[in-house]
C-alpha cells in the first residue's frame, strides 16, 4: 500500500478490538523490577487491568496475579493465563481478602479512580510492607521528521478534548495525592517499532480522539492522519516511537 491509498484509509475507525491490538506492551523490566520491591512473590493485584498487559506480565514473577477492571470489554479481551485470574470490578471495591496482596499495581488507570476510596481498599487488601505502584506513560515522542506535527495534534488539535484527568498523566502523577511512604522508583522507558496503521491505531484508542470525532471532528482527525501519512512515506516502514514511564510507587 502507497501513501495516496493510505490518505483514503479510516484510520480512526477501529472498533472494540483496537485496543487490545494497539496498546503498546510494557517493558518486561518493569514487572521484574515490581516484583523486587514486593515483600513476597505469592499475589499481586493490578487494578484497572485493562485488557491484562501489565498483568500477564506480573505472571511470570508472582504465583498468583489478579486483575479487575470495570469494564466487560475489556476483560472480555484478556487472554486467560494458569496463574491469572481476571474480574469485572471497580477500583474503590476490590474483590480479593483482606492483607492479601503483596503488591498493587495500577497501570494508567489511576487518574480515573475515586483515589480516597481505592487507597482505603489499597491498605485492606494490603500485607504488612506491601508495594502500591501508580504507573503510566508519558507524551510519545517519534521521529523528527514526524514529531513536531504529532505534537502540535497533540498538544493543540485534540488536547481540548482531553479529560481533566489526563493532566495527572502529563505530569507523570507529580501531583497525585499520594499518602505512602515514597520510594524512588528506576527510570525505565520503552520504544516500539511501529508502521503508520500501528500508530494511528494507536492513536485511535484515545479518549480525547473518541470525543473529537462525537464533537462533530472527524475532518481534524482524517487532516491530520493524511498529513502524517505524507510524512511517514511507505506505510509499512516500520518507525521507532518511544515513551517514558513514570511511576508513582510506596511501601504500604
Not at 6 to 12: K, M
Not at 126 to 147: D, M
Amino acid at each position: 500500500m502507497n501513501s495516496s491509498t493510505a490518505q483514503g484509509t479510516n484510520w480512526f475507525d477501529k472498533g472494540a478490538e483496537a485496543y487490545a491490538r494497539f496498546r503498546p506492551h510494557y517493558p518486561q523490566s518493569l514487572a521484574a523490577y515490581l516484583a523486587s520491591l514486593a515483600p513476597n512473590t505469592t499475589l499481586a493485584l493490578d487494578v484497572g487491568c485493562g485488557n491484562g498487559q501489565l498483568t500477564r506480565d506480573l505472571a511470570k514473577h508472582f504465583s498468583a496475579v489478579t486483575g479487575v477492571d470495570p469494564s466487560e470489554d475489556q476483560i472480555a479481551h484478556c487472554t486467560a493465563q494458569a496463574n491469572v485470574r481476571y474480574q469485572c470490578a471497580p477500583a474503590e471495591d476490590l474483590p480479593l481478602p483482606s492483607h492479601s496482596v503483596s503488591l498493587i499495581t495500577a497501570a494508567q488507570a489511576a487518574h480515573w479512580f475515586d483515589l480516597p476510596r481505592f487507597y482505603a481498599e489499597v491498605r485492606r487488601v494490603a500485607i504488612p510492607g506491601a508495594i502500591l505502584a501508580l504507573i503510566s506513560y508519558g507524551v510519545p515522542l517519534l521521529e523528527p521528521i514526524l514529531n513536531d506535527r504529532f505534537q502540535r495534534f497533540y498538544w493543540n488539535e485534540i488536547g481540548p478534548y482531553w479529560p481533566a484527568q489526563r493532566t495527572l498523566v502529563d505530569s507523570g502523577y507529580a501531583t497525585l495525592d499520594f499518602p505512602f511512604a515514597h520510594i524512588k522508583g528506576d527510570a525505565i522507558s520503552f520504544c516500539l517499532e511501529w508502521n503508520l496503521e500501528e500508530f494511528l491505531g494507536y492513536i485511535s484508542t484515545w479518549s480525547a480522539v473518541l470525543q473529537a470525532s462525537q464533537a462533530g471532528q472527524d475532518e481534524v482527525l482524517k487532516h491530520f492522519a493524511e498529513e502524517l501519512a505524507r510524512l511517514w512515506g511507505e506505510p509499512t516502514t516500520k518507525r521507532p516511537v518511544s515513551w517514558p514511564i513514570n511511576m508513582r510507587i510506596g511501601r504500604v
